[in-house]
């Protein structure tokens, strides 16, 4: 996303990303960029938590417009409600891995979406 | 508490699963930037997530470097929003609330505000984990970049999974 950023901005579009891993986002060095100690899948905020997601978008979105050089991270203020217990499982390596294979197949979250793609196309 | 060191986590963890090492790129040069010309108020804006957001009736990511992109109208209800991408680990509260990882609502929650000018017609996913730095630089930026001139943002939302 970091590499993205940059193209964007080099040719004029202001960019904001809205970063949950930390060491990531650094290593990319994008333009501007928010940080929150979240799990990952977690940009928009907490499950089921619209006042969070609402105030962590406005914060986002009041850094990219004061923000003033390039290479910032800002840490905004937000807290996970569940305490830190998410960190131990993100990095349990003996945690089983039941993902799709990684190949040129479709991974439909629901079948029904797979039908129903299909016949948008006539597939 | 410390930041997790994902780097290395997701390294190791490929490792054991038999992938190749994803490499990220590392950036050490200053980032460049684009000045905002007027206000956010009276700014356009779009998101782009690497999330593997799809509409129902779209057709899903695959997982080895799916280099395409989806047009999510900035209208679409959050339950006709999918998600379909590598690391499947980090998708099952998105499953349930779309805008834990594609932040649709509060974005048209800004804009219904005037906290933003606008919402583009269309917002874009991608799946991210492409393993090829040139494929990102020659296929995923440059297609992206176009999506979003063509949607005439000013600023685009960029949530990475």
């Not at chain 1, 499950?47 to 910032?72: D, H, K, T």
């Not at chain 2, 006709?80 to 594609?102: G, I, K, M, Q, V």
Request: net charge negative; charged share 25%.
């Amino acid at each position: 996303m970091c590499l993205i950023a940059r193209y964007l901005e080099e040719r004029g579009i202001a960019t904001i990303v809205v970063g949950t891993a930390l060491d990531i986002v650094k290593f990319g060095a994008p333009p501007r960029a928010v940080f929150f100690d979240f799990p990952l899948g977690h940009g928009g905020g907490p499950l089921f938590a619209p006042e969070q997601q609402l105030a962590i978008a406005r914060e986002a979105m009041s850094v990219l417009e004061n923000l003033s050089e390039p290479g910032q991270i800002v840490n905004l203020n937000q807290t996970w409600p569940e305490g830190d217990a998410w960190k131990s499982a993100a990095t349990d390596e003996s945690a089983d891995d039941v993902r799709s294979p990684r190949d040129t197949t479709p991974r439909y979250q629901l079948e029904e979406d797979q039908r129903l793609a299909e016949a948008a196309t006539g597939g | 508490m410390n930041t997790v060191e994902y780097m290395r986590t997701i390294r190791e963890k490929y490792s054991k699963m038999g992938y190749a090492p994803y490499g990220w790129h590392e950036a050490t040069d200053t980032p460049p930037w684009a000045r905002l010309a007027k206000p956010l108020s009276e700014c356009r804006v779009g998101m782009m997530t690497t999330a593997g957001t799809y509409v129902a009736g779209q057709e899903a990511y695959f997982y080895k470097d799916d280099t395409s992109h989806r047009l999510i109208p900035s209208d679409t209800p959050v339950e006709n929003l999918r998600f379909s991408h590598l690391t499947e680990n980090y998708l099952p509260d998105a499953r349930r609330d779309p805008n834990c990882a594609f932040p649709i609502e509060p974005l048209r929650k800004l804009a219904d505000e005037g906290v933003i000018g606008g919402l583009a017609e269309n917002f874009f996913s991608c799946m991210g984990a492409v393993y090829s730095k040139r494929r990102v630089d020659e296929e995923v930026a440059p297609t992206i970049y176009e999506a979003f001139a063509a949607e005439g943002v000013d600023v685009a939302y960029l949530v990475p999974l």
